[in-house]
DNA sequence: CAGGGCCTTGAATCTGTCG
DNA sequence: CCGACAGATTCAAGGCCCT
C-alpha cells in the first residue's frame, strides 16, 4: 500500500466523500453498519398521517424511501469500488431498511453468499404486546461479485461451534455492561454500540491476519478496536468529533494478541501439499504394497511412480478411486486404506502423522 | 360475501389472473410463498457423491432481477388490492429474494410489522464448506398499510411459548417423513413443501376463526389444509394440475378441529447447547487466555476460534485435554481450569453461570 | 417391542491451482 | 482464458430393518 494510505486510522470526514480519498480495490473487507431509518422514523409518526385508502403514492413517504435508497447506493457504489475483487462485505440492519440494502446490493452486483441473523439473547421487549419480540437484526454477508474469490475460514467456523458446522444463526448478546462506551453524564455514548462478540465472529469468518478492514460508518469504535486486537488493519470513517475522539481512545486502550495467540483452526486446501509419490520414494508405503476400499471391496496396487493399478486401470490414487467406482470425482486420500500392524488404516493417516513433524520443526 | 366468492376453494390458474377475479378488500389474511429465483448453476454433490435434488424447476427461473421484481410487483399489488385494509400479508423468502420481496412491499405501500426467521432444527449442511450453513428462511409480515387495525393474537403466542413473548426467530424443523407429500414413484410430490408447523403458528397468530385465508402460491396445500384444520376459510390458487389435485385430496382428508381441539400446543422445547468458542468471543475467556489441568502441569492457550494451543498440537478442549494425557477421550468442560480472581476455578463453571447463553436452540 | 444401526434426504446461488 | 487435475467436503430426523 501507498505511504498515503491511511492504515491504522480512524478519519473524522462523511462517509462518501472520505471514502472517495482512498484508491480502488484497496481493502480486503468491510463491515457497515449505516443510520436504519434516516427520515423514516420522522414520517411514522406524523400524527396527520390519517389517510386510509387509495394513496399509496403518498409522495413524502416515497420522498423518503428514495432518499434513503439513493443516500445507500452511493455509499454502497464507492465501498464497492474500494473492496478488493476477492474481498467480501458485511452490512447489518433491521427490517426497517435490510430489504432495501439488500436489493441495492444486488443491483450494484454483490453477490450475497449468506444472510445472517443475529439473534438477540436479551432484546429489548415488545411493550404495548402488538407485534413478536423483534429479538434479531440482520447482516448480509457478500462477495464483491459472482467470480470473487473470496475468503470464509471454514474450519475456525467450525472449531468455534463445537465442530460443527457454522450456521447462518447467531446467538449473541447485546452490548451491555461496562463493555458498553458511556459519555461524562454516565450514559450510554452511541446508541448502536455493537458487541465485540459479533465482530470477533465476522473478522474471524471472513478476514486474516494483516487484512485490512473498512468501516464506514465507525460510531463507537468497535471494528477497529477488534480488527486492532486480532492483528488485523483497519481504516474507520467517523462524522461526529465525539465518537471519533471515544473511538480512537478506545482503540488506543486495545492490544494486539500476539501472533502465536492469533494462531486458528487452519483450512486443510492451505495446508502444504504432500505428494503421494513421496511415501513410496521414501518407503513408507512401497510399491507393490496393496490398497484397499474402506468395505474392501476393491483393491490396487502401489507402483514406484506413486500411480495405483488395478486390472487395467491405472491412474492417481484420485483418478483411479473415481474410475472404480464411477464417481466423477474422488479424494483418494480418504478413500484408500492399507494395513499397518494388523490395523486397516486410510492412507490418510501419513499426511497427518508427516504434518505434525514438520510442526515441531 | 357474494355468492361467487370462491371461499374453500383450490382455484387452479395463474397467480395474478386469478386474483384479479376476487374482489377489493375481500380477504383477511394472505399467505405467499413465491418462487425464490435460486440460481443454481450446476449439480451438488454431498461428500458422499450422492446427487442434491435441488430445485430446478421452470417456475423459479427468471431472466434476470428486473423480470423478477417486475413478477413480483404485479402480484404484491394485486395482493394488497384484494386484502382488507386491515389485513396483513405474510410472505417468506431466501436471501436470494426476500430483498426484492420487502423492498417492493414497502414501495407498495405495505407497512412491514416484523421480519421473522424461521430457524430449521434440521437444515441442509454447506457440502462444501465455502459458505455458512444457510439453516433459516425468512418471511416478512406486513399490514395492508400503516394506518391498519391488524390482529396480531398476543396471547395465543405467548402461551404458546411458554408465557414469554414470542420472539421474531421460530424454530421450527422442515417438512419431511410422512408429512411430507409423495408422488407415485414415492419421490417428494412438491421440491418445496412447507411444515404445517409454520403455518399453524401463522394463521393462530394472525387470524380469527372463519377469517379468509388467500394462499396465491399454493403448491402442494399446506395454507389451505392448516385453514380447514384450524376452523379459518381458504382460497388458494395454483397453476400447476398435478399440485392442485393433490392439494384438494390433502384438505380432503383434513377435519376441523372443534373448539376445545383449537386450544394452542406446547412450544418446542429447545435444548440448551453452548459451544466453548461463545466464551471466547464474548470475552469472557478471550483469546490468548492460558487454562491449566487440575495439577498445573499440562497448559494450554485459548485461541480466537475457540480451539487450543500447547507446543504442537492444537485441538478441541476435549481433544486437546485427550492428545496431551494420551487418553482416548477427554471432557475438556471439567479438564481444564483458568485463574479468575486469584482462584483456580475448571472452566465448566461458566456453563454453569451462563443464564444469559441458557436460550440457545 | 425397545433400541441400535443403516440409509435416505432437505428452497443450495457450494473449489482452487497450475500450466 | 481454458483445461487438467488434486483433493476438500455433511447434520438432523425419520423410516425401516434387525437383533
Known amino acids: 500500500m501507498s505511504g498515503e494510505f491511511p ?29 436504519y431509518n434516516l427520515q423514516l422514523r420522522g414520517e411514522l409518526r406524523r400524527p396527520d398521517e390519517t389517510v ?3 394513496v399509496d403514492d403518498d409522495w413524502d413517504k416515497f420522498a423518503d424511501y428514495a432518499t434513503y435508497d439513493n443516500f445507500t447506493r452511493d455509499w454502497l457504489r464507492e465501498a464497492r469500488r474500494i473492496l478488493h475483487k476477492d474481498g467480501t462485505i458485511w452490512v447489518i440492519g433491521s427490517y426497517h431498511n435490510v430489504f432495501r440494502l439488500g436489493a441495492i446490493m444486488q443491483d450494484l452486483g454483490f453477490w450475497i453468499l449468506n444472510d445472517i441473523v443475529w439473534r438477540k439473547s436479551n432484546p429489548m421487549p415488545n411493550f404495548r404486546g402488538r407485534r413478536f419480540t423483534n429479538a434479531h437484526e440482520t447482516l448480509i454477508w457478500a462477495a464483491r461479485g459472482p467470480q470473487s474469490k473470496y475468503r470464509f475460514n471454514y474450519q475456525a467456523m467450525k472449531a468455534l461451534n463445537d465442530d460443527l458446522q457454522m450456521r447462518s444463526d447467531w446467538y449473541l448478546p447485546l452490548c451491555t455492561g461496562n463493555e458498553r462506551l458511556k459519555n461524562e453524564h454516565g450514559l450510554k455514548l452511541h446508541p448502536t454500540q455493537k458487541p465485540e462478540s459479533l ?95 474402506r468395505q474392501k471391496r476393491l483393491k490396487a496396487t502401489v507402483t514406484p511412480d506413486g500411480t495405483l493399478v488395478s486390472g487395467n486401470q491405472r ?42 513433524l514438520r510442526n515441531v520443526g
Open 7 to 35: 492504515v491504522d486510522q480512524i478519519l473524522r470526514g462523511e462517509c462518501i466523500e472520505t471514502m472517495k480519498t482512498l484508491p480502488d480495490g484497496s481493502v480486503d473487507c468491510i463491515f457497515a453498519d449505516p443510520p
Open 52 to 54: 386510509v385508502d387509495g
Open 199 to 293: 465482530l470477533h465472529r465476522v473478522l474471524v469468518a471472513s478476514t486474516n491476519a494483516n487484512d485490512v478492514v473498512l468501516d464506514p460508518f465507525c460510531g463507537s469504535g468497535t471494528t477497529p478496536a477488534m480488527a486492532k486486537r486480532l492483528g488485523r488493519h483497519y481504516i474507520a470513517i467517523e462524522r461526529h468529533p465525539d465518537y471519533v475522539k471515544a473511538a480512537r481512545e478506545r482503540v488506543a486502550r486495545e492490544e494486539r494478541l500476539t501472533s502465536e495467540q492469533l494462531a486458528t483452526t487452519p483450512a486443510r486446501r492451505e495446508m502444504p501439499r504432500i505428494p503421494f509419490g513421496s511415501f513410496v520414494e521414501t518407503g513408507v508405503l512401497p510399491a507393490g504394497t496393496v490398497l484397499y476400499d
Open 315 to 356: 491412474g492417481s490414487i484420485h483418478k483411479l478411486g473415481a474410475g472404480l467406482t464411477g464417481a466423477p470425482s474422488c479424494n483418494g486420500w480418504t478413500f484408500w486404506y492399507f494395513e499397518r500392524d494388523g490395523q486397516f488404516v486410510q492412507i490418510d493417516i501419513l499426511r497427518q502423522e508427516s504434518q505434525a
